[in-house]
């Protein structure tokens, strides 16, 4: 993990891309997390699980993952400029369409010692600005359970527009779930200053 870089930098958090290496500590922190996860999520939280999602996030030139990573929360064994810092959480950018659609869909998750701290903020802004720039994306949408929350407070402080509702729309914890859909453009960031 040593080679891993940092993508961007805040004040509290740094993104880097998903390694084969974080195998351990992303599934550490996803079983430390169910509690706070379900019934919205379930990320890998065993090796084999995570080689699997991982490598799809890694090979896949349609979906892009980002750690979100504490910068000073404790090393884990990476290299230095925040890379090796402790996940706070993950941002994954999925179905990214180029083209004149140039949109992809989000999907993230917060780990629970990080949870309420203001870091996947941080951390979603920084994704963004990087989707907008060197990705070369122009809308992202997040699709969120209504009674999810603390999903739906972040997106709306990262300036996140209310677009609909989508009724039976993700098959989650074994039944179809509603979800409302929300979404951001380059020109709403930029006007937003997130």
Wanted: hydrophobic share 40%.
């Amino acid at each position: 993990m040593s080679g891993t870089h940092c993508l961007a930098e805040g004040r509290r958090t740094a993104v880097r891309p998903y390694t084969r290496a974080d195998a351990e500590e992303f599934t550490t922190r996803a079983r430390e997390s169910r509690d706070m996860h379900s019934p919205w999520l379930f990320p890998p939280d065993d090796a084999r699980a995570y080689a699997a999602y991982a490598g799809r996030l890694i090979e896949d030139p349609t979906k892009a993952g980002f750690l979100v990573c504490e910068r000073g929360g404790g090393d884990s064994g990476a290299g230095e400029g925040g890379a090796g810092d402790r996940i706070a959480g993950f941002i994954n950018i999925n179905n990214i369409v180029g083209g004149a659609f140039r949109c992809g869909a989000l999907g993230y998750g917060a780990f629970a010692h990080a949870a309420g701290r203001g870091l996947m903020s941080e951390g979603l802004g920084l994704v963004l600005r990087y989707a907008f720039g060197p990705l070369g994306l122009h809308r992202l949408e997040a699709n969120i359970q209504p009674g999810n929350e603390g999903s739906l407070a972040l997106v709306e402080r990262a300036g996140f527009r209310l677009e609909g509702f989508s009724p039976d729309f993700l098959f989650i914890d074994g039944a179809w779930r509603d979800h409302e859909r929300w979404a951001i453009t380059a020109e709403m960031l930029s006007q937003d200053g997130v």
